[in-house]
């Protein structure tokens, strides 16, 4: 497989490190977390394997030409169109989280639809871009992060803070049986490689995922989970991380690089992280955005030789962005994503009954 799959599927591993996954998982912490988190990895390996395989059959074809090509146009406009009200909101939660991260942590006089408006200043530059050109600038801001996410996760389970008891506590509830919230959760974080439903397009040559690859990403992912869970709960205590809001915040503010330039590892650990969750909302956006432009697309207006269509669409991402972010609270964001979690994990596996539809279609 190229080596842009796996940036895919790295970043949504990585940008829901501080999202609301980690506080999904620690709130079902003494009722079958850890149960979930087992079954999400295998389940989430499966799905990944699907998805790469059925678009290795179609090289250099994304989900819009495919249902345009072996669907009816009753069928592929709101399948395609609930697919991309599906990536807008997932990249919406990404964007809503780490405006009130950066509110509670950073610039707190900021008020919350400024702090929203200079995100979605860059965000519009970059969903706007070919998806060849967001390849490339995945490509370059996660090879720049990688090191340090390496160094600051070293700290994090060899510093004298974690304590080994608490870990030992969690895992005294594997026995529990498993929720389904914390399993939705713990599966999203190895569902990067849906993606491919627009940046298959860039793979014109065919490809294949073999053995290797998976192992790679069952590595990365098993590692990605179990540090995003236990890590946490062996620094702030098992008993005492239920009422923390950000869980992975509090861990990186425990944490001290004494030979560094800056010592606390929690203004380190929010710069990078802003960093890795643009490049998430970059991702699911661009991805919407193509989405609605294969199924609306208004040929008069123009401006100076210009269609209008894609900033229409990008207006509208920016009025919803910025009522949602006046809106909602920060429990009710946690409460939200749990619920659009479990629907984002039935949609996929019902996804799969639209591949098989299509892959039927094409042999005959």
Same mark, same amino acid.
């Given at each position: 497989?190229?080596?842009?799959? =796996?940036?895919?599927?790295?970043? $949504?591993?990585?940008?829901?490190?501080?999202?609301?996954? *980690?506080?999904?998982?620690?709130?079902?912490?003494?009722?079958?977390?850890?149960?979930?988190?087992?079954?999400?990895?295998?389940?989430?390996?499966?799905? &990944?394997?699907?998805?790469?395989?059925? =678009?290795?059959?179609?090289?250099?074809?994304?989900?819009?030409?495919?249902?345009?090509?072996?669907?009816?146009?009753? +069928?592929? =406009? *709101?399948?395609?169109?609930?697919?991309?009200?599906?990536?807008?909101?997932?990249?919406?939660?990404?964007?809503?989280? =780490?405006?009130?991260?950066?509110?509670?942590?950073?610039? *707190?006089?900021?008020?919350?639809?400024?702090?929203?408006?200079?995100?979605?200043?860059?965000?519009?530059?970059?969903?706007?871009?070919?998806?060849?050109?967001?390849?490339?600038?995945?490509?370059?801001?996660?090879? &720049? &992060?990688?090191?340090?996410?390496?160094?600051? !996760?070293?700290?994090?389970?060899?510093?004298?803070?974690?304590?080994?008891?608490?870990?030992?506590?969690?895992?005294?509830?594997?026995?529990?049986?498993?929720?389904?919230?914390?399993?939705?959760?713990?599966?999203?974080?190895?569902?990067?490689?849906?993606?491919?439903?627009?940046? $298959?397009?860039?793979?014109?040559?065919?490809?294949?995922? $073999?053995?290797?690859?998976?192992?790679?990403?069952?590595?990365?992912?098993?590692?990605?989970?179990?540090?995003?869970?236990?890590?946490?709960?062996?620094?702030?205590?098992?008993?005492?991380?239920?009422?923390?809001?950000?869980?992975?915040?509090? !861990?990186?503010?425990?944490?001290?690089?004494?030979?560094?330039?800056?010592?606390?590892?929690?203004?380190?650990?929010?710069?990078?992280?802003?960093?890795?969750?643009?490049?998430?909302?970059?991702?699911?956006?661009?991805? !919407?955005?193509?989405?609605?432009?294969?199924?609306?697309?208004?040929?008069?207006?123009?401006?100076?030789?210009? $269609?209008?269509?894609?900033?229409?669409?990008?207006?509208?991402?920016?009025?919803?962005?910025?009522?949602?972010?006046?809106?909602?609270?920060?429990?009710?964001?946690?409460?939200?994503?749990?619920?659009?979690?479990?629907?984002?994990? &039935?949609?996929?596996?019902?996804?799969?009954?639209?591949?098989?539809?299509?892959?039927?279609?094409?042999? +005959?």
């Amino acid at each position: 497989m190229s080596r842009y799959f =796996f940036y895919l599927v790295f970043v $949504n591993m990585i940008a829901n490190v501080v999202a609301s996954v *980690p506080k999904i998982l620690i709130s079902h912490r003494a009722d079958g977390a850890i149960v979930s988190m087992i079954l999400s990895f295998f389940s989430g390996l499966v799905f &990944c394997y699907i998805v790469t395989r059925f =678009f290795n059959l179609f090289p250099g074809q994304g989900l819009p030409e495919l249902t345009r090509k072996y669907l009816p146009r009753w +069928v592929s =406009f *709101p399948v395609l169109l609930l697919v991309a009200g599906s990536w807008y909101i997932a990249g919406l939660i990404t964007l809503v989280t =780490f405006s009130f991260l950066l509110k509670r942590f950073l610039t *707190p006089d900021m008020p919350l639809p400024w702090i929203t408006s200079t995100f979605l200043l860059f965000l519009t530059y970059g969903i706007l871009m070919k998806s060849r050109s967001v390849l490339y600038t995945i490509e370059f801001v996660l090879l &720049c &992060c990688l090191p340090i996410i390496f160094v600051i !996760t070293l700290k994090a389970y060899t510093t004298p803070e974690l304590r080994w008891d608490f870990i030992k506590e969690a895992v005294m509830h594997i026995y529990h049986v498993p929720d389904f919230s914390a399993f939705s959760a713990s599966t999203y974080l190895l569902l990067g490689g849906f993606n491919l439903i627009i940046f $298959n397009r860039l793979f014109k040559r065919e490809q294949h995922i $073999n053995w290797k690859n998976m192992l790679f990403i069952s590595l990365a992912g098993g590692a990605s989970l179990v540090t995003t869970y236990f890590v946490p709960i062996g620094i702030n205590g098992f008993e005492s991380i239920g009422g923390i809001v950000y869980p992975w915040i509090t !861990t990186s503010d425990a944490l001290r690089l004494e030979f560094f330039v800056v010592e606390r590892v929690l203004y380190i650990f929010l710069l990078l992280y802003l960093a890795i969750s643009f490049l998430s909302v970059l991702i699911h956006w661009h991805v !919407t955005l193509e989405l609605l432009k294969s199924i609306i697309w208004f040929k008069r207006l123009r401006w100076k030789k210009r $269609n209008l269509t894609p900033f229409l669409f990008i207006g509208l991402f920016w009025f919803v962005s910025l009522e949602i972010v006046t809106y909602l609270t920060e429990y009710q964001l946690i409460e939200y994503t749990r619920y659009f979690l479990n629907y984002l994990l &039935c949609s996929f596996a019902a996804m799969f009954g639209l591949f098989l539809f299509i892959k039927r279609r094409a042999e +005959v």
